[in-house]
């Protein structure tokens, strides 16, 4: 009779990610990490090709923490279900004037920004048409460089650009990941949850060995996590073994109000403040801050 895993059974992280693969990526320097972009705009992918991560939830609630913080932040929704545009209360952009007709030269990114109810945080609202944008572009020479030369049309304007891709290693990811600086992974606390980052990581280093040579890993952070069950302990575990200080020490936890605020179309911080998962989104996106601009340090200049 075939084994069937049980919540005793710790996951085997080695079986689902190749060693070399991990061994070849590029990842970003905890103890540099501050300065890497510093005086640049943060382009940060959110992205794990397993859907059901909370990758969207969190695209959504990072982005307002950050914007509460202070930050100016552009959210990117590139996934065309256009979750992260109706989790924040906005409407899908008119026909001809979408994220779609952008990848045709017909508008460009800045001509569909919008600005959410948010004080610091704007939004490229997704479009339905997306879905068939692979077959449509089918092998346009530079198909995968259209976001990045958008975003560069943006200038510095904003501290933060997030990009929600969506859970495939499709056209869409893809222009997110040549576009970005770094890629921001969820990770699901539940047992299959490691296989997405196998098909991740090998995504990532294809863009890195072709396209974008810069892109790095900032880090990896858990979602739907339960302290109580065993299973979640050891998918942590086995993660911690593999990514080591790249791991967030702040935690998402499984949290009814997480998965009510989209229906309302807020972020949770707005929905119910004093949540556990407001408070931990909190806690990560203050984490993730410190990663990206403590301690910045001031390029020398010459004297004399």
Known sequence: MAHRPSHQDTPT??????????????FVEPSSVACYLSYMTQIIAISNQKGGVGKTTSAINISAELANLGRKVLLVDFDPQASATSGLGIHLAEEGRDLYDLFFGRISLGDIIVESTIKNLWVAPSSKDLVGLEIELGKTPGRELILRSQL??????????LIDCPPSSGLLTLNALGAAGKILI????????LEGISALLNTIEFVQQ????????????????????NLSVQ?????????????FQSRIPRNIKLSEAPSHG???CLY?????????????????????YSSIQVPATANG
Do not use: W
């Not at 969820?186 to 949850?193: G, S």
């Not at 040579?213 to 900032?218: E, N, S, Y």
């Open 266 to 268: 807020l972020p949770i």
């Open 210 to 229: 072709t396209f974008n040579p810069d892109l790095k890993v900032l880090g990896v952070f858990m979602t739907m996590f339960d302290a109580r069950t």
């Open 152 to 161: 560069n049309l943006l200038g510095t304007r904003y501290d933060y650009v």
């Open 186 to 193: 969820p990770l699901q606390a539940e047992y299959y949850a």
């Open 272 to 292: 119910d403040g004093v949540s556990s998962g407001a408070k931990a989104y909190r806690a990560l996106t203050e984490e993730l801050d410190h990663r990206c």
């Open 235 to 247: 998918v942590e575990t086995e993660a911690t073994k593999y990514f080591k200080e790249l791991m």
């Open 13 to 26: 992280f080695h079986k689902n990610v190749p060693r070399g693969t991990f061994s070849n990526l590029k």
